[in-house]
């Protein structure tokens, strides 16, 4: 079936540096895309979403890239803080009538004071 | 509260015990998820929810496992017969479904932390 997976399982960055997690998607009819935050103990909680017709999306110190020639997704957290440490997931969508949400595997990002 | 409610928080059982999850939706979202996260691992889809659509279940690792939802609203996760590898968070999800073609996020339970021992 179709999956989303992550091409860095783990990532460690200074407190401070542009962080960028990665994301690949093999479901070319995904026209949802969404970034998941989950810290320790916690369910996931949304960070920002894309539609299939958006390249780029921005909230706050957060940018989602979207490129669908390549089927990539990015996640870009500006100014990395101690507080961004937790793993991130990306989840597409299929749309149709199932609207049923696929997670990746999820990426470790481990920020350093 | 507004969000999504899960009990128990935690769950030990003895292998070869049933058990039930429990998940209280957001009100008026009809689309609700059941997901299980192994340690260190992504998200494994269970079972999915849509209004009174039948449910899709094709996430389900076993007969072992079923999940029903009342009124379309709270959801019970049910496991039989649980298993060592059936120890995992189990984490419930709801969303609101805009029209035939809008989407929005889903809004996580702290999920339910099942121990089979």
């Known amino acids: 079936g179709e999956s989303v997976g992550l091409h860095l399982p783990t990532l460690s960055v200074q407190e401070g540096d542009n962080s960028i997690i990665n994301c690949a998607y093999s479901?070319?009819?995904?026209?949802?895309f969404i970034w998941y935050k989950q810290e320790s103990g916690k369910g996931p909680q949304f960070i920002i979403d894309i539609r299939s017709n958006m390249d780029k999306r921005q909230g706050q110190r957060v940018t989602v890239l979207l490129n669908k020639t390549v089927k990539h997704l990015s996640l870009q957290i500006a100014a990395t803080q101690p507080g961004d440490s937790a793993v991130y997931f990306c989840?597409?969508?299929?749309?149709?009538?199932?609207?049923?949400?696929?997670f990746g595997k999820g990426t470790l990002l481990t920020v350093n004071p | 509260g507004a969000g999504v409610s899960q009990s128990p928080s935690n769950k030990v059982t003895e292998k070869g015990k049933d058990v039930e999850l429990r998940c209280d939706p957001i009100?008026?979202?009809?689309?609700l998820y059941w997901y299980r996260q192994s340690l260190g691992q992504g998200l494994e889809f269970l079972i999915y929810f849509q209004g009174n659509s039948a449910p899709d279940k094709s996430g389900l690792p076993s007969d072992r496992f079923s999940a029903e939802r009342t009124g379309g609203s709270v959801s019970t996760l049910t496991i039989q017969r649980t298993q060592q590898e059936d120890s995992a968070v189990y984490l419930c999800a709801s969303s609101v479904l805009i029209g035939t073609s809008g989407y929005t996020e889903a809004f996580f339970g702290q999920g339910t932390r099942l121990t089979v021992v």
């Open positions: 479901n070319s009819a995904s026209d949802y």
């Open positions: 989840a597409e969508n299929s749309g149709g009538s199932n609207y049923k949400l696929t």
């Open positions: 009100s008026g979202h009809t689309a």
